[in-house]
């Protein structure tokens, strides 16, 4: 499937400010980018950084005080693994890659612990597996309002579910901390999001079944095997788009993703279980 993608940013910079950037669509074996490209005005000097395990691509620049506004514009090819989700089981912690453990754990905005007697409860007794997943994607999506202004980016997955409203980033957060709380390692991922309307950065989380990283999106917004991958972490502290430090003002921002390859728009949704990852043999990074 073949994706013309990419953003605009404009800021009003009050001061000088360091912004770290995390736009970049992911090198993953699953991903060919065609063609790329990044543009700052002011042209500033760039600092990039891909982490090794998990291929987050961060930008780092210094900008005066003044106008700043930055263009990425992508062509990709994304090929997605598709399974029957009833034929996906659980991985037994005690069988689970020792990298994957960390993803297990509570996190600054996925309060797992806080979260395991509720999701034990609601949860607990279903059939393990991918369908398991599946069904608190449901159970969110049926209780959880989706609601712009509800949240904000300090907002943690247990201070969603007293609120029983969120946007993408909640969602993705409360399907993340149930899955922990259940012993199913889970995180946080970004992504350009084909069939998202208004089209915007989109958050969903994947879980870790069968030695394989499966996506998962509990607002049932976005195509499902149509998520470009941006980055992926414990939590959205990680993989911010726009991590700023001065002082300065958002002015415009435009986030854009369409199809390609002759395909007509919208697609039907896929209820395929979808993966973006090629796993290595002892490891689940990316």
Same mark, same amino acid.
Request: hydrophobic share 40%; with cysteine; aromatic share 10%.
């Given at each position: 499937?073949?994706?013309?993608?990419?953003?605009?940013?404009?800021?009003?910079?009050?001061?000088?400010?360091?912004?770290?950037?995390?736009?970049?669509?992911?090198?993953?074996?699953?991903?060919?980018?065609?063609?790329?490209?990044?543009?700052?005005?002011?042209?500033?000097? %760039?600092?990039?950084?891909?982490?090794?395990?998990?291929?987050?691509? /961060?930008?780092?620049?210094? *900008? =005066?005080?003044?106008?700043? @506004?930055?263009?990425?514009?992508?062509?990709?090819?994304?090929?997605?693994?598709?399974?029957?989700?009833?034929?996906?089981?659980?991985?037994?912690?005690?069988?689970?890659?020792?990298?994957?453990?960390?993803?297990?754990?509570?996190?600054?905005?996925?309060?797992?612990?806080?979260?395991?007697?509720?999701?034990?409860?609601?949860?607990?007794?279903?059939?393990?597996?991918?369908?398991?997943?599946?069904?608190?994607?449901?159970?969110?999506?049926?209780?959880?309002?989706?609601?712009?202004?509800?949240?904000?980016?300090?907002?943690?997955?247990?201070?969603?579910?007293?609120?029983?409203?969120?946007?993408?980033?909640?969602?993705?957060?409360?399907?993340?901390?149930?899955? %922990?709380?259940?012993?199913?390692?889970?995180?946080?991922?970004?992504? /350009?999001?084909?069939?998202? *309307? =208004?089209?915007?950065?989109? @958050?969903?989380?994947?879980?870790?079944?069968?030695?394989?990283?499966?996506?998962?999106?509990?607002?049932?917004?976005?195509?499902?095997?149509?998520?470009?991958?941006?980055?992926?972490?414990?939590?959205?502290?990680?993989?911010?788009?726009?991590?700023?430090?001065?002082?300065?003002?958002?002015?415009?921002?435009?986030?854009?993703?369409?199809?390609?390859?002759?395909?007509?728009?919208?697609?039907?949704?896929?209820?395929?279980?979808?993966?973006?990852?090629?796993?290595?043999?002892?490891?689940?990074?990316?």
């Amino acid at each position: 499937m073949r994706y013309t993608l990419g953003c605009s940013l404009s800021y009003n910079i009050l001061s000088d400010t360091t912004f770290i950037f995390n736009l970049e669509v992911a090198k993953l074996k699953s991903v060919e980018i065609l063609s790329e490209s990044l543009v700052l005005t002011p042209n500033l000097k %760039r600092d990039v950084y891909t982490t090794p395990d998990l291929l987050n691509r /961060y930008l780092g620049v210094n *900008v =005066p005080m003044g106008q700043f @506004a930055l263009e990425y514009n992508a062509e990709v090819d994304l090929t997605v693994h598709r399974a029957d989700p009833a034929t996906i089981q659980e991985t037994p912690i005690g069988e689970l890659p020792l990298d994957i453990l960390p993803f297990l754990l509570p996190s600054r905005f996925v309060s797992s612990d806080r979260l395991t007697p509720f999701a034990q409860a609601e949860f607990g007794a279903l059939p393990k597996g991918h369908q398991r997943v599946n069904q608190i994607c449901n159970w969110i999506h049926d209780h959880i309002t989706y609601k712009p202004g509800t949240s904000d980016g300090e907002t943690t997955a247990d201070e969603s579910l007293l609120k029983r409203a969120g946007v993408c980033r909640d969602f993705a957060h409360i399907g993340t901390a149930f899955c %922990r709380a259940l012993g199913i390692p889970a995180r946080f991922v970004s992504c /350009y999001a084909h069939g998202l *309307v =208004p089209s915007d950065f989109h @958050a969903v989380f994947e879980a870790y079944l069968d030695g394989r990283w499966w996506l998962f999106d509990a607002t049932r917004q976005a195509d499902l095997d149509g998520l470009v991958r941006i980055g992926v972490g414990r939590d959205a502290a990680e993989i911010a788009f726009s991590t700023p430090f001065g002082n300065m003002q958002p002015v415009n921002q435009q986030v854009r993703i369409q199809r390609t390859d002759g395909q007509g728009s919208p697609m039907p949704r896929t209820v395929d279980a979808i993966s973006t990852e090629v796993p290595a043999p002892n490891a689940g990074a990316a």
